[in-house]
Nanobody, 129 residues
Framework: DVQLQASGGGLVRSGGSLRLSCTASGIRFDDYAMGWFRQAPGKEREGVVSINNSDGTSWYEDSVKGRFTISADNNDNTVYLQMNSLKPEDTAIYFC??????????????????????WGRGTLVTVSS
């Protein structure tokens, strides 16, 4: 049974930092790409960041480059998202996801078939101005 256990999130002021984590079970960690999507009120879900655990490559959506950092720890099957210099526009529900490394980071950055991936529960990130 595949499970993605997400944690982190919360309320922070503009300019502050938060860290999200996502622990996977039931998959071979190195055979998957993992990352986060987010959905703000009234907006469509969008890919934010991902890392392909098979080759270590990563992808960042333009608006988070230089502020967000994704990392992976294959000792505990966990990926981390360090979010710095947060802005009110980063406010959203963040969803951890995993997909076969065959699809890789492209699955997060381009239109996708959601059924190919595994999803964790959303975690709310609120950035106040």
């Amino acid at each position: 049974d595949v499970q993605l256990q997400a944690s982190g999130g919360g309320l922070v002021r503009s300019g502050g930092s938060l860290r999200l984590s996502c622990t996977a079970s039931g998959i071979r960690f190195d055979d998957y790409a993992m990352g986060w999507f987010r959905q703000a009120p009234g907006k469509e879900r969008e890919g934010v960041v991902s890392i392909n655990n098979s080759d270590g490559t990563s992808w960042y959506e333009d608006s988070v480059k230089g502020r967000f950092t994704i990392s992976a720890d294959n000792n505990d099957n966990t990926v981390y998202l360090q979010m710095n210099s947060l802005k009110p526009e980063d406010t959203a529900i963040y969803f951890c996801a995993a997909v076969s490394a065959i699809f890789g980071n492209d699955w997060f950055s381009a239109p996708r078939n959601d059924r190919f991936g595994y999803w964790g529960r959303g975690t709310l990130v609120t950035v106040s101005s």
